[in-house]
Every structure is written in structure tokens, then in C-alpha cells.
């Protein structure tokens, strides 16, 4: 087992605890901001209801920024207010209004999920983190204990990117955030905190402290309402420890929460110091060759024929121009080879590569993709007929396309 963590890191004063949860959720109560799923839940009396409420907004929050989430989840609460109207929708609707949104698998398992409470779980959701975690695809220990703390008052911690840059910060925590054994202690830490008789409020409380004032540069340390709680800061305001530790402080180079020795304190970071991550690997590199086949449509409007991705690997069962990638190095006559033969399953006529008009290219940058679209257009005359043995397509107008489900990258394209 591993040595347990030493006592500077650790909140174990019963009486620095209780000011903490006093401390923050006083600031929460007075400054929290007004954001559509905390008004919904708040004003909804049927904890499932409630519960289905805050899941939609923390899986539409993962990866993703409020400003951005605000819009999307306020269209999906009015389009399917209750898991089970959510359940009758199809994937094709549920990939429509995620569109733009990102981690499109996101909204996938989120309605996959709500066809499982109604169909396996007579409508009811599980109401402890434990039973969502195990029951429910796509729900993990972080959105587990967020809706059984918030819906169903059970006291469980959360911890998300916001938790784990205060918790670091309370407690000096410089080793790897990123690693496990780090993560497993601040969800003991978060538990350990959590207060409870408002969980819910506890766990929202941290992650605001951590959206708008513990933020990762330039913190208002000022404004913090737990700031005499923060080890960081005493370190900043006071500088290094002595080089004889007193009984707050780790053993020289032992601890597996502190700075590595290689790392150590920079006095210029101040609380920045921490978290630290390990280095993120870059993105991998991909190109791939897009091409917008355009026909005139029966009132002269121009259409364009959009074809389904597969059902599973990135950007699942959206909808794109046809596209195929591209080999590293590949000369742009030999780019051209390639998407004429793709493109000649999709018209059922040979198409010269010649024909193919180079448009320019289009960068999208997915987590761990740095994608580069070589756009080409290519003006079709008289009809098409598509081949239904082949993946699902069709022919869209402008206005069509946009209210399909397609990525933020294939509107770049258009």
C-alpha cells in the first residue's frame, strides 16, 4: 500500500474544515453565477427530474466552456424536457442539436443512457454515485457524484479540472495531477470536505471558486473566500520553507505530492506553481482531401451531397462532404488520383481528376488531431443518382446543411 500522504497536504482539523465549508458557501450563496441549469434544477421539486437536469448540463460541460454550453443546453431542455421524451428522440435529432458542440459521442451515450433508464430501470434513475457510475454508459466517478450530490443530497465529493487546481493550490500539491495515485487522494480530499448538509451547493461552490477567482493564471487571490485556508499563498506571502522542516512541512525530496526535485518552487509563479501536469503529447498530424460536389437544385438553388460517417470512431454518424484521407507527402497531382476514384462511387460517373477545382485548406483542430482539410469543388451537370448500397447520403441546401448534423469543421469547409 502506498505510504500515506504527509499531514501538510491533508485537511484533518475537524474545526479548519468546518470554517472552510462555512467560508464557501457564504461566497457561493452571495456570488454564484446565474446559469440555466442551476435555475432549472432549483426550481424543479422531483429529484429525477432535478437529476436529469444537471446531467444534461455536465456532460455538455465536459471539454466545453459555459459561454459556449449556455445556448446548446437551453435548446435541448426545451426540445426534450424530461429523459423520457429524450429517449423517443432519434440519434439523428440528438446529433443535430449537438452539432458544434464537440466530443459528438457525448450526446450519443447521454441519449443511449436515457433509452436504458426507461427501458432496464422503469424510468427511475439510480440515485447514488456508486449506481450511476455502474449503470448508466457514458456517466463517470466526476458526473456520478455530481448528480447524486446535487439531486439527491448524497455527501460524495466531485472532482473535475476547477477541484483539482483549488485542491492543489489549498494543499501544495506539485507532483503530476494527472497521475492516478494523485487523482485518487483529492477525491479523498474532496470527500473528506464535501459538507454534509448541502453537498450539491459544496461541490458547485468549489468549481465556481475555480471558474472565476482560483483561475489558472493570474488568480484573484484577493477576492479568494478561502485564502487563509491556501498553502500556496502562505508560500508566496512568505516564501520557501526553511531548509529544516518544521511539522507542517514534507521531508526534503520524499513526499510523493510535492514538486519534484527537478521542478522545484518558482517564486515568480507565486500560486501558479500548482497543479502541474505532465507534458501533454502534441496532436498527430492529419490531412485529408474534401470534396463539395455541387449540383442546381429543381429551383435553382445550388445543393450539395453530403454522406454519412461511420457509427463509431471520431465524429460518429455525422454527416460530411465526401472525404478520404490523405498519405503524409502525397503531391497534390496524386491527391488528385486518389479523390477522383473516391468520388466516382459517390457520382456512378468517372470524374477527372483535372476536373477537381483546388479551393484552399481548412485547419480544425480536434484534442488530439491537428486536421487539415484539402478542400476541392466540383460542379456537377444534370442529375445524380446515388447508390443506396453505399454509405447513407443526400443532397442538401445551404440552409439544409446547417441544420444537419455536421461538424464545426465541415462548415468551415463550405
Known amino acids: 500500500a502506498p505510504a500515506p500522504p504527509p499531514a501538510q497536504h491533508l485537511f484533518s482539523d475537524p474545526a479548519e474544515i468546518e470554517a472552510l465549508r462555512g467560508n464557501l458557501l457564504a461566497w457561493y450563496d452571495k456570488c454564484k453565477r446565474d446559469l440555466p441549469w442551476r435555475r432549472l434544477a432549483a426550481a424543479e421539486p422531483d429529484a429525477d427530474r432535478r437529476a436529469y437536469a444537471v446531467w444534461v448540463s455536465e456532460i455538455m460541460l465536459q471539454q466545453t466552456q459555459v459561454a459556449t454550453v449556455i445556448d446548446y443546453y437551453n435548446r435541448w431542455m426545451q426540445k426534450w424536457p424530461t429523459l423520457q421524451a429524450l429517449a423517443q428522440a432519434s440519434l439523428e435529432e440528438v446529433n443535430e442539436l449537438w452539432a458544434g458542440l464537440g466530443y459528438y459521442s457525448r450526446g450519443k451515450r447521454l441519449q443511449e443512457a436515457a433509452r436504458k433508464v426507461v427501458s432496464e430501470l422503469a424510468g427511475q434513475m439510480p440515485r447514488t454515485a456508486e449506481d450511476l457510475q455502474k449503470l448508466l454508459p457514458g456517466v463517470g466517478r466526476y458526473t456520478a457524484g455530481a448528480i447524486a450530490s446535487m439531486s439527491y443530497g448524497q455527501a460524495t465529493g466531485v472532482v473535475d479540472g476547477n477541484v483539482i487546481r483549488v485542491l492543489c493550490r489549498l494543499r501544495c500539491i506539485g507532483a503530476d495531477s494527472s497521475s492516478p ?82 521542478e522545484p518552487w518558482d517564486s515568480s509563479l507565486g500560486v501558479t506553481n500548482f497543479p502541474r501536469k505532465a507534458a501533454k503529447k502534441p496532436p498527430r498530424a492529419a490531412r485529408t482531401a474534401t470534396c463539395v460536389l455541387e449540383r442546381r437544385g429543381c429551383h435553382g438553388a445550388p445543393e450539395y451531397l453530403i454522406v454519412q460517417r461511420p457509427s463509431s470512431g471520431l465524429l460518429a454518424g455525422l454527416w460530411e462532404f465526401p472525404s478520404l484521407p490523405l498519405a503524409q507527402g502525397l503531391q497534390e497531382e496524386k491527391q488528385r488520383e486518389v479523390l477522383a476514384d473516391h468520388l466516382r462511387a459517390w457520382t456512378g460517373r468517372p470524374v477527372v481528376a483535372g476536373g477537381l477545382r483546388f479551393i484552399g485548406e481548412v485547419v480544425h483542430i480536434f484534442s488530439h488531431i491537428h486536421q487539415t482539410y484539402v478542400v476541392y469543388s466540383l460542379p456537377l451537370d444534370g442529375d445524380v443518382t446515388l447508390d443506396p448500397a453505399l454509405s447513407p447520403s443526400r443532397w442538401v441546401t445551404e440552409k439544409e446543411f446547417h441544420a444537419s448534423a455536421v461538424s464545426t469543421a465541415m462548415k468551415k469547409v463550405l
Open 181 to 262: 495515485a494523485v487523482i485518487e487522494r483529492l477525491w479523498d480530499m474532496a470527500n473528506a470536505l464535501v459538507d454534509r448538509s448541502r453537498p450539491g451547493d459544496f461541490n458547485q461552490a468549489l468549481m465556481e471558486l475555480g471558474a472565476t477567482v482560483c483561475v489558472p493564471k493570474a488568480p484573484l487571490c484577493g477576492e479568494c473566500p478561502v485564502k487563509q485556508h491556501c498553502r500556496a499563498r502562505r508560500r508566496k506571502l512568505f516564501g520557501k520553507p526553511a531548509p529544516v522542516p518544521d511539522v507542517e512541512d514534507c521531508g526534503v525530496g520524499s513526499c510523493p505530492l510535492c514538486p519534484p526535485a527537478a
